[in-house]
């Protein structure tokens, strides 16, 4: 029998106990969070995501069990039943929590590969897929690494999770940044972000676009004293690359990478970092300009 209590605490038990001790779960040790879809046995040691959950009692992958909790509502459908037990004026259908992600895989390996990226970039920047239609879902978290929604895209389509999702007071991957750390490159995408890390270069955020807010800014100070600008190489990028150097150079280092670095390129017009090798993205990060001389060579 499942019960759930007043934290959201659903028990009971444990379906892996005879796989792992060798007997049945006599006494509930068995718990699922109903907020954020993880579960955890405290006498056999089970534990993980919703979507491990489901995977495990009917005993498919993890795409499949994905799919099948689609199909019957995901998870918040156990939390619109859950709402029917809490003040008419908490609205838990519409809660953000990491159970949100519990639909989503790891990016398949064609995904991988058309892109450039490593599966370990990927798992340390959060980035995760939706098979059915074939989307990148990249995590949008505060400054605190709690989770405030996510973007879905592809080649034909970009939507936020929730809708009007604000991005302006944080950076995509700001949590893999070490206080302290001698520069900090930020880039527009946050697939560029995991495209550089795919690449071995290090301390890598993106800022949702070209526009780099002052909130966005003062992150960074925070954690370093060297900002590089690789935005893309386009008029909005050159713009706002320019805008940000401008209000900041008196207060953090900042320098930009120059296109015209790149080798075997006679025109780099239009060139974002997700366009780029390993071996240029290594180069260009390593030949930047100071923001003093922006003005005089990037054009």
């Known amino acids: 029998m499942l019960r759930v209590d007043d934290s959201g605490e659903?028990?009971?038990?444990?379906p892996a106990h005879m796989e792992f001790l060798g007997r049945e779960d006599r006494h509930p040790s068995?718990?699922?969070?109903i907020g954020s879809g993880l579960f955890a046995c405290f006498s056999c040691g089970f534990k993980g995501t919703f979507g491990d959950l489901v995977a495990y009692v009917l005993k498919v992958d993890r795409a499949e069990a994905v799919s099948w909790i689609r199909a019957r509502g995901t998870i918040r459908q156990v939390e619109r039943l859950m709402a029917k037990k809490t003040p008419a004026t908490i609205d838990t259908t519409q809660q953000i929590n990491e159970a949100s992600l519990a639909l989503y895989i790891p990016p398949p390996r064609e995904a991988l590969d058309d892109r450039n990226l490593t599966a370990k970039a990927c798992a340390s920047y959060g980035v995760l897929w939706?098979?059915?239609?074939?989307?990148?879902?990249?995590p949008v978290r505060d400054e605190n690494d709690v989770l405030l929604g996510w973007q879905e895209k592809n080649a034909r389509y970009f939507r936020?999770?929730?809708?009007?999702?604000?991005?302006?007071?944080?950076?995509?991957?700001l949590h893999t940044i070490t206080y302290g750390c001698s520069r900090i490159i930020v880039v527009e995408s946050p697939l560029d972000a995991v495209r550089l890390a795919s690449a071995g270069i290090e301390n890598v955020?993106?800022?949702y676009g070209a526009s780099i807010s002052d909130a966005q800014m003062q992150l960074m100070l925070e954690r370093t004293q060297h900002v590089v600008l690789f935005l893309d190489n386009d008029g909005p990028g050159r713009q706002y690359r320019d805008k940000a150097a401008a209000a900041w150079r008196h207060r953090i280092g900042i320098s930009s990478v120059d296109y015209r670095n790149l080798l075997d390129c006679d025109d780099p017009e239009g060139l974002d970092?997700?366009?780029?090798?390993?071996a240029e993205l290594i180069r260009l990060t390593d030949l930047t300009v100071p923001a003093s001389l922006m003005p005089y060579l990037l054009r």
């Open 10 to 14: 659903a028990t009971c038990r444990c």
């Open 30 to 33: 068995f718990s699922v969070n």
């Open 130 to 138: 939706e098979p059915t239609e074939e989307l990148w879902i990249t």
């Open 160 to 173: 936020n999770r929730p809708k009007g999702l604000k991005k302006s007071h944080t950076l995509f991957g």
């Open 205 to 207: 955020v993106a800022s």
């Open 273 to 278: 970092p997700g366009d780029l090798s390993d």
